[in-house]
């Protein structure tokens, strides 16, 4: 597997998750793509998306099928505003491509904020730090594992 994938299953592990991360066998680059390879819904897919709030780059995990509202977000924040991150900044925070951020298993800490939509599902999925790997979850464990902050950020 690759190591992205086994740092990602080795944090679930240490946060108690009994989840395995699966090597999908082909691309999950979009949460649509990543629906169609597991066979479930859009909605329960965990979108992973990078702010830069200044220079402090910010996780913020959102339901496939959500638009994340960058005015909620820096409100939730406390900050004046954000922006999407590069595809550069985005690896630099995660270590990890677009395409195949994780919630987790990151060179540093980030701050996580987690949509409140992902909770009305019974388990959800997310990448494990690459395009083709994936892990499901129980979303109320995906937020203690981040250290998230719940909060309305959808559009
Ligand atoms: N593997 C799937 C499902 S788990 C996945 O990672 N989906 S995702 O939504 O979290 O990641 C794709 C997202 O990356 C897109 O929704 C888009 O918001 C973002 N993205 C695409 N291109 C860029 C780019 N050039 N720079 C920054 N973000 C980008």
């Not at 066998?25 to 329960?44: K, S």
């Not at 220079?55 to 995990?61: G, I, K, S």
């Not at 990151?106 to 009305?120: E, G, I, K, Q």
Request: hydrophobic content about 45%; aromatic content about 2%.
């Amino acid at each position: 597997m690759h190591p992205s994938a086994r740092r990602v299953q080795a944090a679930l592990e240490a946060g108690g998750v009994g989840a395995r991360v699966i090597e999908t066998g082909e691309t999950a680059r979009t949460a649509a793509d990543a629906a169609a390879t597991l066979g479930t819904t859009v909605g329960c897919i965990v979108k992973s998306l990078v702010f830069m709030a200044g220079d402090e780059p910010v996780l913020v995990l959102t339901s496939g099928t959500n638009r994340v509202d960058v005015g909620k977000v820096a409100s939730v924040l406390g900050v004046d505003g954000v922006r999407r991150a590069t595809a550069a900044e985005v690896r630099e925070a995660t270590g990890h491509p677009v395409g195949g951020v994780a919630p987790l298993g990151h060179p540093r800490p980030l701050r996580v904020l987690c949509d409140a939509d992902l909770l009305r599902h019974d388990e959800v999925w997310a990448a494990a730090g690459t395009p083709d790997t994936v892990f499901p979850v129980p979303p109320d464990e995906l937020v203690r594992i981040t250290g998230a902050t719940v909060a309305d950020v959808a559009e």
